[in-house]
């Protein structure tokens, strides 16, 4: 009977340490998410940035000229 009760608290131990584990896990996964999101947002903005500031300046030309 002690047995069963030191096992039962060994195994809720070791079910806290593995949740804690996968909470860790999860944190890291999400980081190097974010991480991966902001490189793809930077890479996005410096690719399609210089295109779109050329294609207002030729959109604002005429307006410039206009009285």
């Known amino acids: 009977m002690v047995n069963a009760i030191v096992n039962a608290e060994a195994e809720t131990e070791e079910g806290s340490r593995q949740r804690r584990n996968q909470r860790g896990a999860t944190l890291v996964e999400y980081a190097l998410l974010v991480a ?22 030729s959109v604002n030309v005429p307006f410039e000229d206009s009285p």
């Open 36 to 57: 991966l999101l902001a490189l793809v947002m930077a890479t996005a903005v410096e690719f399609l940035g210089e295109g779109t500031s050329a294609r207002f300046q």
